[in-house]
């Protein structure tokens, strides 16, 4: 009988022969292979050393993890209904054992007694904080519960899994459910080609005349960026707001409605939080971040509010002030805001996202990442071979200059009407010692951008990437460059393991300031007709612009930050009603710019109601404080590329993982603690 392709861990996951049928009895072997491991590790016999205890349970528990990470993997990416039912049919199997794990008390006596042990103090550093963190998180995983109480919490944490994986499956569900059909070419106006060019090709690929525009962002932004159609405008805009919600829009189904999971998932996680002894669940998920306690996070974001909310004040008078001069809009409505400041932008600044978008061709941006890094921190990266889930995938390893692989990665980079939305990186497989040689890391980079249309001279064109595009890939890239730079040697804290939630973006929005630096983006630019690289006079242009709205962008930021801590720091809302009061509270103290009554954001918030950051979004404007402090290393330096910086940014802040505490990470780089005043200045709100 061949092997179950999932069962195969001797190098890259086998998407070439893995399917939905794969599933169930793979997972199942493993689980199985896992309750074995834990029942043997848990018996008396078996002696509390790293040695003979703990190694033994993180080396055989990972493959179990890794095979669920594919699964995972594919459900995200080729979301069709077989993939679908293969991960939700196991799912409540994976929370089952991860909870039954997290409770077992034998498990939990054995790391305490290691952590009481003189053997302890023998321990590496990252030996010693893995214990550490094993006893914090079986204290969360509810192991110190009455056993009367365990069944409950397993309840709970299973229906969880649930809920998130069904949010986000209706918001899909609903995003793919509505087009807009025109065919009149009047209604395309001040569409730039690109769009109109995507538009047809889609309406032709769902046997339709004419023009199909969607919900999903490719689509969806350039329509409500340059269409001069208002009507149309309001019409997806109304469309995109209410997705997933209860309102009767014309296309949206009762079943996809996210606002009963909502209530149930807030009321669960208080449940939770009360059974484990905590006053609410923003304490059980900062009780792992470097923020201590939900005051000190609302305080970090009303004092940033504070700051940037006179600043975008001035960005919205500005703006009803041009629509209304310039544009003849009186009654300024949130489906004219990104028309406006597009018009507002090339008025201003005589530049256009369009023009720039030209200049932004896929291969040229993509060697000009790799360039960047390769010279940031001395490594190479070049085109490698693997199975992949799609034709459009590419695969490239990361080696030494001498050859010597580091890691390698997956490269995503279109939308499909099958792949969830937004842009993420995700674990394949993580860096650890195995015997005497080194599992290397590999990693899977997701965006979500337009795919290339068009032809020239019988040839295919590439895709061309906005700005803000470039900004998001080199963003994932640094999450990646964080799983994959990594030199840990144990597994629970190697890469992004063990790493705190509110420093996991540190690296990622540290590469987002190199699409600033004009060597990068000459390097990494080439003009889809001409060839040639972005001229200086319009990247002056760009950088004149860069803080543009940029008062209007944080508010933004820190309304759905504040919405976040204040959700699962209160007391469990009783409805849909109550969440979205809140969220006008918190619209009430932070806002400028305020959607309709019938917008429905939290019902698309997959970020806290889909993934992994509920009482934890404000880690963005906390990690950009810390990354753009870590930025200003190197303009004191004088040089983007310092080499002894770099090294410095790579030895104490890349390559540790989780091994010691981002502080400590950020102190070794830095020599200080975190000020500010770099991001206020990046983002023109103090003077440079």
Not at 64 to 91: C, K
Not at 222 to 249: G, V
Not at 253 to 262: A, S, T, V, Y
Not at 634 to 641: N, V
Request: proline share 6%; charged share 20%.
């Amino acid at each position: 009988m061949p092997l179950n392709p999932l069962l195969d861990f001797t190098d890259l996951p086998r998407f070439d022969a893995i399917t939905p049928a794969h599933v169930t009895p793979a997972i199942t072997e493993l689980l199985s292979a896992g309750r074995t491991l834990v029942e043997r590790l848990s018996h008396s016999d078996t002696a509390a050393t790293w040695e003979d205890f703990a190694a033994p349970l993180n080396a055989g528990l990972e493959n179990l993890g890794r095979a669920w990470g594919v699964v995972g993997h594919l459900h995200s990416v080729n979301d069709v209904p077989a993939w679908r039912e293969a991960y939700n049919a196991l799912l409540p199997e994976i929370s089952r054992f991860y909870s039954e794990l997290g409770q077992n008390l034998a498990l939990f006596a054995k790391y305490r007694a290691l952590r009481d042990s003189p053997a302890f103090a023998q321990l590496s550093t990252a030996q010693k904080k893995i214990v550490d963190n094993e006893i914090r998180d079986f204290r969360l995983g509810g192991a110190e519960l009455p056993e009367a109480d365990k069944p409950r919490f397993q309840a709970i944490q299973e229906t969880l899994s649930q809920l998130s994986a069904k949010f986000s499956e209706n918001l899909l569900d609903a995003t793919n459910a509505f087009s807009l059909i025109l065919t009149d070419a009047a209604q395309l106006a001040g569409l730039p080609e690109y769009a109109r060019e995507a538009a047809r090709t889609a309406a032709q690929e769902s046997g339709s005349e004419g023009w199909k525009f969607t919900l999903h962002a490719p689509s969806y932004g350039p329509f409500m960026q340059y269409a001069e159609n208002r009507e149309l405008r309001a019409q997806m805009y109304r469309a995109y707001a209410t997705r997933a919600a209860e309102i009767d829009n014309g296309y949206s189904l009762p079943e996809w409605d996210n606002g009963p999971l909502i209530t149930q998932m807030l009321a669960l996680k208080a449940e939770k939080a009360a059974l484990l002894g905590f006053a609410n669940y923003a304490e059980i998920s900062l009780d792992s971040k470097m923020a201590k306690n939900p005051q000190e996070v609302l305080r970090f974001l009303r004092d940033m509010a504070q700051k940037a909310k006179p600043f975008a004040e001035k960005d919205l008078a500005e703006l009803q002030t041009f629509a209304r001069e310039t544009l003849g809009i009186t009654d300024f409505q949130p489906w004219d805001a990104a028309y406006a400041s597009e018009k507002l932008l090339e008025a201003r600044y005589a530049f256009s996202e369009q023009e720039v978008k030209q200049y932004f061709t896929q291969p040229k941006v993509i060697a000009g990442l790799f360039a960047a890094i390769e010279k940031l921190f001395a490594v190479r990266i070049a085109p490698d071979q693997a199975p992949v889930w799609h034709e459009d995938v590419r695969f490239y390893r990361i080696t030494t200059p001498e050859g010597r692989l580091i890691g390698q990665f997956y490269l995503d980079l279109y939308a499909r009407e099958t792949k969830r939305g937004g842009a993420w990186m995700d674990e394949a497989r993580t860096r650890q010692r195995v015997g005497s040689g080194i599992q290397t890391p590999v990693a899977y980079l997701n965006c979500n951008f337009a795919r290339p249309v068009g032809e020239r001279d019988g040839q295919p064109l590439p895709a061309t990437f906005t700005h803000d595009e470039v900004i998001t890939l080199f963003h994932e890239t640094g999450h990646g460059l964080h799983h994959l730079l990594t030199r840990g040697e144990e597994l629970g804290v190697s890469g992004i393991h063990g790493v705190e939630w509110d420093a996991v973006e540190l690296p990622s929005q540290f590469m987002e300031n190199y699409c600033w630096e004009w060597e990068v983006l000459q390097a990494m630019s080439a003009h889809i007709d001409t060839g040639a690289p972005l001229p200086r006079a319009l990247f002056d242009k760009m950088l004149a612009a860069k803080n543009f709205q940029s008062g209007l962008m944080a508010v933004r930021q820190l309304e759905f930050s504040l919405f976040d801590m204040l959700l699962h720091s209160a007391p469990a809302p009783n409805n849909s009603a109550e969440v979205l009061a809140l969220l006008q509270a918190v619209r009430a103290e932070v806002a400028v710019l305020f959607p309709p009554p019938w917008h429905r954001f939290p019902h698309s918030f997959s970020h806290i109601f889909g993934g992994g950051y509920a009482a934890g979004y404000y880690s963005y404007k906390w990690a950009e404080v810390l990354s753009a402090d870590c930025y200003a290393a190197f303009e004191e330096a004088g040089d983007p590329f310092d080499p002894a910086t770099g090294r410095r940014f790579l030895d104490e802040i890349l390559s540790r993982g989780g091994e010691r505490s981002a502080l400590d990470n950020f102190l070794a780089f830095r020599g200080r603690p975190p000020s500010p005043d770099a991001l206020l200045r990046h983002s023109g709100m103090i003077a440079a």
